[in-house]
Nanobody, 113 residues
Framework: QVQLVESGGGLVQAGGSLRLSCAAS????????MVWYRQAPGKQREWVAT???????GYADSVKGRFTISTRNIKTTVYLQLNSLKPEDTAVYYC???????WGQGTQVTVSS
């Protein structure tokens, strides 16, 4: 079983930055990609960014140019650098693998105006 632990969230003013981490542990046989999602209050969980085992990345239009997904070892830790944060980025941020495993607890990002 793979366990996911997200960290690095917090309260930041608009225009600020945060760096989120996603640590994966447990029985990891194959990870094709790692994905960040977020869920704002009263809204459905939405896709934010993806990084594949080959290093390719993809971003939602709403975060393109502001967020950067990276990893040193996709089987252990994936990062999400959040820059130029906006109040609409406020959400609980989650990571997951491809194929997906059980969700972690997420990390809260709150951006004040």
């Amino acid at each position: 079983q793979v366990q996911l632990v997200e960290s690095g969230g917090g309260l930041v003013q608009a225009g600020g930055s945060l760096r989120l981490s996603c640590a994966a542990s447990g029985s990891i046989s194959s990870i094709n990609a790692m994905v960040w999602y977020r869920q704002a209050p009263g809204k459905q969980r939405e896709w934010v960014a993806t990084i594949t085992s080959g290093g390719s990345t993809g971003y939602a239009d709403s975060v393109k140019g502001r967020f950067t997904i990276s990893t040193r070892n996709i089987k252990t830790t994936v990062y999400l650098q959040l820059n130029s944060l906006k109040p609409e980025d406020t959400a609980v941020y989650y990571c997951n693998t491809v194929p997906a495993v059980a969700w972690g607890q997420g990390t809260q990002v709150t951006v004040s105006s």
